[in-house]
């Protein structure tokens, strides 16, 4: 079975600073893979998507994120962080024969100090 | 479009009450997943359906749990007795693909916050 793996429940950062967030997964065949963002009191809004091709996936809101096979890691990177990122931060990984079972990561908590 | 719409926001029940959680997918979507978001057990897929029939229950926790979608515009999730354990933070999600690539994206609504007391 699939499985996502978050090791930081909680990251802080200052304002300005470079981010990354930490994404590991296991699953048998090609993932697809999502990073997904939760305000307080909100739902999960889609910030980007790996399904095939370049390894390198562009965003929303500035962020980017790798997939690397060998490591089976797909981190989320953003160069300068802002005020209004603090939010909650999962990672999942789509199975099943349309990919459409998400399983998602534990989450990571993001606090941005001035 | 508005987006995935989930009524109530907000419920607060007594132990044994029947709860029923809806949800309106976007329009054109094919297909529905209910999540249970809780902080011990984070976000748990609970049931999906495609073209309205259900595909995948295996997380559904036991049988006080239903779901339905008797149309591609509307679907519930029943409980039915409720137990103080149930209270969480239920999601309902749809997305739109075919073959396989049935899930390009998955769109959130705002949730459901199931309190029993």
């Known amino acids: 079975a699939q499985s996502v793996t978050q090791p930081d429940i909680h990251i802080t950062v200052s304002e300005g600073a470079s981010l990354e967030l930490r994404c590991n997964y296991s699953?048998?065949?090609?993932?697809?893979l999502f990073w997904y963002v939760q305000s307080p009191g909100q739902g999960l809004q889609l910030l980007l998507k790996y399904f095939s091709g370049d390894t390198l996936v562009q965003g929303i809101k500035g962020f980017e994120a790798e997939f690397k096979r060998s490591q089976s890691s797909f981190n989320l990177r953003k160069p300068s962080v802002h005020w209004s990122d603090a939010a909650e931060y999962f990672c999942?990984?789509?199975?099943?024969?349309?990919?459409?079972?998400?399983?998602f990561g534990t989450g990571t908590r993001l606090t941005i100090i001035p | 479009d508005a987006g995935v719409i989930q009524s109530p926001r907000h419920e607060v029940t007594e132990m044994g009450q029947e709860v029923t959680l809806r949800c309106k997918p976007i329009s054109g979507h094919n297909s529905l997943f209910w999540y249970r978001q809780t902080m011990m057990r984070g976000l748990e897929l609970l049931i999906y359906f495609n073209n309205n029939v259900p595909i995948d229950d295996s997380g559904m926790p036991e049988d006080r749990f239903s779901a339905k979608m008797p149309n591609a515009s509307f679907s519930t999730l029943k409980i039915q007795p409720s137990e103080p354990r149930d209270s969480a933070v239920y999601f309902c999600?749809?997305?739109f693909g075919q073959g396989a690539a049935m899930n390009t994206e998955a769109f959130f609504g705002q949730g459901t916050r199931l309190t029993v007391v």
């Open positions: 699953y048998g065949a090609t993932p697809y």
């Open positions: 999600a749809s997305s």
């Open positions: 999942a990984v789509g199975a099943g024969f349309g990919n459409e079972k998400l399983t």
